[in-house]
């Protein structure tokens, strides 16, 4: 009997920090697409955000990895490895690295609502599945987006085409569940300082196994 590939939900952000809705979302996401694992991508940084208060992406995997603690979810900084800005170049070279592997992309609705202005969005959504979690305040500006205009045509109901959309691209899912109102806006305005607890860390990269120090690579 042939084993199926495995099937990797793939969560990228900057994780800045890391924090609790991130591990519920994640395991939400497990559990209704039958996901094997996630894998938290943390990002160098992101070509739509001020690099402004920004932690180093040692702090940051250090976050994310304390989160991801006894839960089928893997932390890499394999963006910065790769040297990818870009998720269409993530993307696709996941897909080269780890051919044996299934993929869907994770984001919440607030992502959805701008999507439209990732470059190569389309291709994006024809390397793989998307999975979109809802976030309180972003779904209506989601649903009215133009990625949602575009990627209509292709949404999977949760619960009647789920296989399909685990497979085959272009395939849109919207997943609805309790929405958690955490963010890493208010997590940094309460607590500015918060990557001092992870100062002088080395951690290892949970998927490629390399050495991560407090400043990155």
């Known amino acids: 009997m042939i084993a199926r590939p495995s099937l990797i939900g793939l969560l990228g952000g900057s994780f800045n920090p890391a924090h609790g809705a991130h ?3 994640s395991l939400f996401a ?3 697409l039958g996901l094997d694992e996630v894998w938290w991508l ?3 940084g992101n070509v739509l955000k001020s ?3 920004m932690a180093p992406i040692g702090a940051r995997v250090s976050s994310a990895r304390k989160l991801a603690r006894c839960a089928p979810i893997r932390v890499t900084a394999i963006e910065e490895q790769m040297g990818t800005r870009f998720t269409l170049d993530t993307l696709r ?3 080269g690295r780890y051919p044996k592997k299934h993929f869907v992309w994770l984001m919440g609705s607030d992502n ?3 999507f439209h202005r990732w470059r190569g969005w389309r291709s994006i959504a024809r390397e793989m599945p998307i999975a979109v979690i809802a976030r309180p305040g972003y779904d209506r500006a989601a649903m009215a987006s133009p990625a949602m205009a575009w990627l209509r045509r292709w949404r999977r109901w949760h619960g009647l085409e789920l296989n399909g959309a685990k497979r085959s691209a272009p395939a849109l899912t919207i997943l609805r569940f309790d929405p958690d109102e955490r963010s890493a806006t208010e997590i940094r305005a309460s607590d500015p300082h918060w990557q001092h607890r992870f100062s002088g860390q080395h951690q290892r990269d949970m998927l490629t196994n ?3 120090g407090p400043d990155g690579l």
Do not use: M
């Open 42 to 44: 943390v990002s160098p």
């Open 23 to 25: 591990r519920r979302i």
């Open 210 to 212: 390399r050495v991560i």
């Open 112 to 114: 959805l609502a701008q």
């Open 30 to 32: 497990l559990d209704a």
């Open 51 to 53: 690099a402004e208060g």
């Open 93 to 95: 070279k996941l897909k």
